[in-house]
């Protein structure tokens, strides 16, 4: 059944990012009303699963209720901030619908990250309640906490039909903290009108309807969650939440076991999935119509496999940064380019989000000259949390417009699209996360006897890495340096390749010579099964076992 006669069809329209024209000619809904559409006209079907737990739409939206009216008893009101200890699971498009009916703030959190630096982050947020989905110990004091023993009941409980408190345009729909060059985390602020303008938008590309089926592979504190799982919910669509082991087998077993019908994947998973091709065929993927990539450059080799061997799916690269509201760029695929060497264009901007690119304070017009990347327009971010000076580095106004100033060196091609080149300063993504190598390097240089610090991504095995030298006179600090990084950072974000040189290791400039150092430890990596390695006071790189007999 196509979306026009579903929702002509439908008690309730749809929000006005779908694709029919009836339903385009609304106003937003509120986003605690998100699935108030769906659950509506098909209260029984299936919205969610995870593979253990499922939910229908009637019930999602019940318990989004039910969730509501907890949080008020716990004095929420409109535009508190309510931080979830996210877990990939079916129940995290509830908790996030039931803040917003709130009128309050959703604030998804890695469960995962060390306790110090959750609790840094909650001291900063001042969150009026916090969510766990287990019943760990809270993080700080003097804060409400529930833990899932106390929030299980309170999800079956009443689910009472209370008006949602809707929130102005101009109101934070969320945070999403990210890796910051101070040191210190950036949590991104992001406005209802940015996103109700990025729902619009992205789903002119995406073209989600209420028969669609998508796999959800992003974690819950990674903004693409709202991609590929809130945005399709409100439109009636399936969403499968993946939290199983990323093999590429067993990803596609459920898409063909799912009936995918849409497929977003960071190209770490993207090239996982197609493990070198030979499964890409529509007998494996019977159900499927679009893929897209984004969140980091993916292998034109990759795309362009699934080109050739579903040639009617549609196959698309997309980018944006959290600060730009998810995604801000698309390029589709008309055909694969098998002489393609360089990554495929990053597109053009969505309806309604403004680019320039920018040499030298001039903007650039002219195909191949590279200058960095500005977003403009209502996805622009309201700014950093608690942090006005870095939204002042980074947000500038033009003409009447805000710009977001991306730190992406772009240029143009001949046709038009937007080229990505890479970086003007050391943030890097892997697996489609966003790193500042600087938040580690500070992190390093906290720890007592540390002189220096380089940290770059190096080659490592097919891949790159992160990889850490620490200079100092004491070996034994760099044991001292590894539980630091265990203590503060999450996991993505440690090294791969540690390494110890008791001297500094300087340019002409005086700075640490980073290039020279990492060129060494890259070598001295590529062949060698060990992760932890020294330099010799002439410069040579070898393997250890560990520090303490050096």
Known sequence: MTESATSTASATPLPPWSLDPA?????????????????????DRPAVHDGRDGLTFAELEAQARALAAGLVEQGVRAGDRVAI???????????????WKCGAVYVPLDAAQPAPRLRNLLGRLRPRVVIALDDREPAVPDVCWVGRSQLDPILSGPAPDRPTVAQQPEDAAYIIFTSGSTGEPKGVEISVASLVAYFRSHNEVLRFTPDSRVFSLSPFHFDVSIEDTLLPLSLG??????????????????????????????????????????????????????????????DPGVINLWKDNLPDVRVINVYGPTEATIVCTAYEIARADPERISSYPIGRPLRGVLARIVDDGTEVHEPARVGELWIGGAQVMRGYFDQPEETARRVVELDGVRYYRTGDMCSYDHNGDIVFHGRNDDEVKLAGRRIHLGEIRQTVLGCPGVERA????????????????????DVAVVTDVEKRLVDLLPEYMRPTLVAWSPELTV???????????????????????????VFSPGGDVGPVDGYGNV
């Open 23 to 43: 339903d385009r000619a609304l106003p937003p809904p509120a986003l605690g009303d998100l699935v108030r559409a769906a659950a509506t006209n098909w209260p």
């Open 85 to 99: 200890l996210a877990e990939k699971c079916a129940i995290m498009p509830v908790l996030a619908i039931g803040i």
């Open 237 to 298: 669509a399936f969403v499968y939440q993946f939290r199983g082991l990323h093999a590429g087998a067993v990803m596609r077993a459920i898409i063909m076991r799912e009936r995918i019908t849409h497929l977003i994947a960071v190209s770490t998973l993207l090239t996982m999935i197609t493990e070198g091709g030979r499964h890409v065929t529509r007998e494996k993927f019977p159900c499927l119509e679009m893929v897209m990539t984004g969140a980091e450059v993916c």
């Open 454 to 473: 380089a940290v770059a991504l190096v080659p490592h095995h097919g891949h790159d890495v992160i990889a850490l030298v620490v200079m100092a006179p």
């Open 507 to 533: 340019s002409s400039t005086g700075k640490t010579d980073e290039n020279r150092l990492m060129r060494r430890l890259a070598e001295a990596a590529q062949d060698s099964p060990a992760t932890h390695f």
